[in-house]
């Protein structure tokens, strides 16, 4: 009996399946946000930034949004007046003023993030590890790829007025 390989598949088809998944993912997203803290999508990825990286101040935020100092400053004002952020004084130094989400936030971004884990480990059921290592490269290499592409398009429209 012949050895059956996967058949091969372009990169047009795995670049579809991606943009699936993306738009997926972003349904998914919209879909939490009705339901759940309904943040228009700049205060929620202000929001995501924050989920990473707790305690940012508002420059760095920018920085790390690609957005200019006065649209993070704008969002983060947005996210305390809704109860979402919290601003707090630094520690060490009471001038440098830390954006942290608020112990509700918090709650409500778990089990979200609960919600989703049990989703991939639903879709990963039964899948090998091997194909797992696999899969979790190549989620790790498309994301430094997109990740490169945003930055080159931050860097070309640098000059807009809200970054």
Known sequence: MAERHPPDISNAAISG?????LRASL???EATARCGAGLP?????AAMVLVTRDGLTVRELAEAM???PGWASRLADE????GFVIRERDGADRR??????????????DEVGRQRAEAVARALEGVPAANRA???TLL????????????????RSSGSTRG
Do not use: K, T, W, Y
């Open 17 to 21: 399946l991606l943009f699936r998944f």
């Open 27 to 29: 349904l998914l997203h």
């Open 41 to 45: 999508p700049q205060q929620a990825n």
């Open 66 to 68: 690609g957005v200019s």
């Open 79 to 82: 996210l305390v007046e809704s």
């Open 96 to 109: 440098i003023v830390r954006l942290r989400l608020a112990p509700e936030a918090r709650a409500q971004i």
């Open 134 to 136: 696999v899969l979790a």
């Open 140 to 155: 790790d290499r498309i994301s430094s790829e997109f990740e490169r592409l945003a930055s080159l398009e931050r860097g």
